[in-house]
T-cell receptor
């Protein structure tokens, strides 16, 4: 059974204090790993997709990396507006034409000014 | 481009009542999905569609039905609402992209069943 575990559940940082969020996964064959950002009361907003181990993607203060067992979302010098819940999801090769995602429970990030 | 829209934004139902949630997308996407989000459990797939006129069950389909009569719309129905269906419901859509499809989400519908 697919499993996606995110840690920590919650993280509080001071503005400018860099850190990393973790997403560990167990799938028989990974098609892609997705990162989303979700603000309170809103739908998930797409950030990145990673397809193979060693791949990295960046967007402003965020950088996502992928290994065969986990992904990290590195946040460099965060600002209060980076406060949100960050969701990780995996798409397995065996999902076939459905392309369905299995989500983790998320990491709630709070950046204090 | 409105993207993915959901109607209504919020609804209160009594146990046993029925309702339909509407999802619409204007991106000409083939795939559409309905998820529910509950505290501490992440997003779970209810039903999905890989094209107009097709639907299939996801991880938690019991108590829900869906229809996709038009490519741009995906309806989620609750025939007899139960308190366990209190949740936030999200619709998503994705284009066909050779195995590199990205799902784009709507703003959600908050449902409270009393």
């Amino acid at each position: 059974e697919d499993q996606v575990t995110q840690s920590p559940e919650a993280l509080r940082l001071q503005e400018g204090e860099s850190s990393s969020l973790n997403c560990s996964y167990t799938v028989s064959g990974l098609r892609g790993l997705f990162w989303y950002r979700q603000d309170p009361g809103k739908g998930p907003e797409f950030l990145f997709t990673l397809y193979s181990a060693g791949e990295e993607k960046e967007k402003e203060r965020l950088k996502a990396t992928l290994t065969k067992k986990e992904s990290f979302l590195h946040i460099t010098a965060p600002k209060p507006e980076d406060s949100a819940t960050y969701l990780c999801a995996v798409q397995e090769i065996s999902s076939g034409s459905a392309r369905q995602l299995t989500f983790g429970s998320g990491t709630q990030l709070t950046v204090l000014p | 481009n409105a993207g993915v829209t959901q109607t209504p934004k919020f609804r209160v139902l009594k146990t046993g009542q029925s309702m339909t949630l509407l999802c619409a997308q204007d991106m000409n996407h083939e795939y559409m999905y309905w998820y529910r989000q509950d505290p501490g459990m992440g997003l779970r797939l209810i039903h999905y569609s890989v094209g107009e006129g097709t639907t299939a069950k996801g991880e938690v389909p019991d108590g829900y039905n869906v229809s996709r009569l038009k490519k741009q719309n995906f309806l989620l129905g609750l025939e007899s609402a139960a308190p366990s269906q209190t949740s936030v419901y999200f619709c998503a859509s994705a284009p066909i992209a050779g195995g590199r499809e990205t799902q784009y989400f709507g703003p959600g519908t908050r449902l409270l069943v009393l």
